[in-house]
Nanobody, 125 residues
Framework: QVQLVESGGGLVQAGGSLRLSCAAS????????MGWFRQAPGKEREFVATITSNGRSTGYADSVKGRFTISRDNAKNTMYLQMISLKPEDTAVYYCAAGPPTPWTVRNRDAYNYWGQGTQVTVSS
């Protein structure tokens, strides 16, 4: 079992930056694929970014590619999402998720077994 706690959300102006963190409990963190998802009001939860267990491979939604960077520190059981050049359409609750113990990135929301409680990111125009 994995427990996840996000932090780092907040209110920022368009063009600004934020870094989200996801602290994980459990000894399996270093062996599992991780991901970030987001959900805006009235919309479905959507994929944002994913990273393999060793951190060597990443994947991004087209809407955030070039602006967001996913990373992880297995020694600290923590995953990050660095967000720059934020836009109002990035406003959403951001969730970290623990996926399967596979050596590849995973974009499918249904493949993720554990979720954090979410952290709100609001980008003002």
């Amino acid at each position: 079992q994995v427990q996840l706690v996000e932090s780092g959300g907040g209110l920022v102006q368009a063009g600004g930056s934020l870094r989200l963190s996801c602290a994980a409990s459990g000894r399996t963190f270093s062996s599992i694929t991780m991901g970030w998802f987001r959900q805006a009001p009235g919309k479905e939860r959507e994929f944002v970014a994913t990273i393999t267990s060793n951190g060597r491979s990443t994947g991004y939604a087209d809407s955030v590619k070039g602006r967001f960077t996913i990373s992880r520190d297995n020694a600290k059981n923590t995953m990050y999402l660095q967000m720059i050049s934020l836009k109002p359409e990035d406003t959403a609750v951001y969730y970290c998720a623990a996926g399967p113990p596979t050596p590849w990135t995973v974009r499918n929301r249904d493949a993720y077994n554990y979720w954090g409680q979410g952290t709100q990111v609001t980008v003002s125009s």
